[in-house]
Nanobody, 124 residues
Framework: QVQLVESGGGLVQAGGSLRLSCAASVRTFSDYVMAWFRQGPGKEREFVAHISWTGVSTFYATAVKGRFTISRENTKNTVYLQMDSLKPDDTAIYYC?????????????????WGQGTQVTVSS
């Protein structure tokens, strides 16, 4: 059983920063590729970033590239999303899904394990 718990969301002004965390309850965290997705009000769930098992390889959606940084600490079973230069369009519930197998997964249907999400609201 894989359990994922996101935290760190909140209300921030445009231009500000937040750091999201996702703690995983799994036997071997390094077996899983991790990602962040988000779903804004009235929008489809969209890919934000993913990170490989060791953390060496990362990939970002165009909308967040250069502003967000995904990282992981396998010794703490935790993945992070550092979000800088936030914009009102970044307002969404942020989720950190996990998957075993191939790296480079960018569709939410490819991730079988999901947390409950954490709300991020960016005011203008």
């Amino acid at each position: 059983q894989v359990q994922l718990v996101e935290s760190g969301g909140g209300l921030v002004q445009a231009g500000g920063s937040l750091r999201l965390s996702c703690a995983a309850s799994v036997r071997t965290f390094s077996d899983y590729v991790m990602a962040w997705f988000r779903q804004g009000p009235g929008k489809e769930r969209e890919f934000v970033a993913h990170i490989s098992w060791t953390g060496v390889s990362t990939f970002y959606a165009t909308a967040v590239k250069g502003r967000f940084t995904i990282s992981r600490e396998n010794t703490k079973n935790t993945v992070y999303l550092q979000m800088d230069s936030l914009k009102p369009d970044d307002t969404a519930i942020y989720y950190c899904p996990a998957a075993q197998g191939a790296d480079g997964l960018r569709s939410y249907t490819q991730y079988p394990y999901w947390g409950q999400g954490t709300q991020v609201t960016v005011s203008s």
